[in-house]
């Protein structure tokens, strides 16, 4: 940890967010709306201009449901793609397709391409409004240091060379590949070795040009290359570097355009709108806290693009430890909530850097007699199983939640309440957090204390029938909980805020599920309750 330097300006926040990537401006949000105090400070007077993620998948879009910008409602910025993500060889041979078709178990479709620029504005939109989050934009984090029950940064002003601390119960490293809280805080990071660089190009194309819409690989050794949507109105490619380029050669608009020759596009009808070259890597932070400092997003891991999941996991990351920062800040939790969130995060995040490393090294060949083997063997596998692989399920890694079903994604239908419309599940509560049972009699043994300790956390009482003045009774009209109950063989269902399982039951063990959540949560005011 570093000294202190001398200092003008001194601010306090419940949290202090170094980075206003993506990751710290959801975590400002979900905070800020919860009543806490926020400052976040970034080096950079304005947003990343370079290109960055285009793709999301169905969790991705129950996060962005959950602040308000549902896919649905933002189609100018994202949109679904409902097709096979295919990879051929040189000889247009189809190697592998990953099955990026249908909806997900979260409500939304599996896959989409948006615009991470677009997406970022949005973000800044909902949080402008926001009195008690406070962005200092232009301001960079030069030291960290911590007591027991407080951490401090030092910033320093890029334009005036001004100096500022902001001290906060809580610090959080959203700061990006490159994070100094990592290094400050002294976080391991495991570097896996595998990485190249890629030119990647994002394309806009003039209106009536009409490319498919699909998303592909193209495994030719002679120039390793995708082809994606980029988002409504975009495209985007990307060129592996041969061993015979330098990355500033490759890294210049007429090569960007030499590149796109084949594909039909030149200045006189598509826009180049960014392109640069970039390492990517596969890495990850193996903690994700020491005392009070955090990180979260590429602070905490790194991934290469090919199953575009590096800002996925960095949103998962804001989710995970949004509603457990705000439970410990309310006084709803024990501090010991906070470890779980990095003991359960690496172990999901990890699971994406190794599922994206293995489709790198489909595609990061150059050497004939290596891609001639991968072509043999991928298309036996591929004749021999017959169906597309899905992309990976992970569960969290250990944490708050227990039994097999513990820590998994839950899933998301459509209700109606009473005589309401049929809305998202999410919608029609506070948020995803719910104990869900089939009936309601199920929660008789939940006593008014447990209860509303459960809504402290966002954690609302809903059945599919029974009496109502326990529960919200909800009707379940796709039977979307019905048939997830039976497929877990269970009556119960506890869902965290960040919509992954805390554990399902039967009926007659519902209030023993709830009371071991808040047993291992340590909810205070549960405790006093018993005490009486
Ligand atoms: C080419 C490419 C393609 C990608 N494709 C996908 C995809 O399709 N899908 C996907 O999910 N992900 C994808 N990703 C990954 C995704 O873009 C990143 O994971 C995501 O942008 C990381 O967000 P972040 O908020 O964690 O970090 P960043 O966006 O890097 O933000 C970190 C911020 O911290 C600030 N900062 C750093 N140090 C300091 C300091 N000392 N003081 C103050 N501020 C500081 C920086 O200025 C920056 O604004 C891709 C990435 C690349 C490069």
Redesign the pocket.
Known sequence: MHTKHAHSLRMTADVAI????????LLALQLGRAGHTVVV????EA??P???????CSD?ARILQSVGLAPDTIGHITEPYDDMYTWRNADGDTLVQVDWSGRGESGWYNTYFFN?PDLEDALDSLLAPLANVRVMRG????ALSQRPDEATIM?RANATGERASVTAEWVVG????????RDWAGLDWHNDGYFFD?L?VDVKPIAGLDFPHVASQNCDIRRPSTMVPGGPGRRRW?FMRLPHENPEELNRAEKAWELLAPYGLGPDNAELERH?V?T?QACWATQWRNGRVLI????AH??P?FA???????VRDAMNLAWKLHAVLGGHADQSLIDTYGSERLHHAVAFVKFSTSLGQVICITDPAEAADRDARMMADRERTGRPPAPPRPGLGDGLHVGHTGGILARQGRVRIADGDPILFDDAFSGPGAVITRDARALAEVSEPERNALRALGIDLVSLQGPTDVATVIDDIDDTYATWLDELGADTVLIRPDFHLYGSCAAADTAGLVTGLLDRVGLRSVDSARAR
């Not at 959203?174 to 809280?181: L, P, V, Y």
Request: glycine fraction near 18%; charge should be negative; aromatic fraction near 12%.
């Open positions: 170094v980075g206003f990537g993506p990751v710290g401006k400070v970034d080096r950079n947003g990343y370079l290109p960055r993620a285009v793709t999301h991705f991470q301001w960079e984090a030069t910033v959203a700061d990006g590949a490159n994070s100094r809280i890629w990647v990307e640069s970039y990517f979260a997003g590429d602070a790194l991934m693009p575009g999941q590096g800002l996925g996991a960095g």
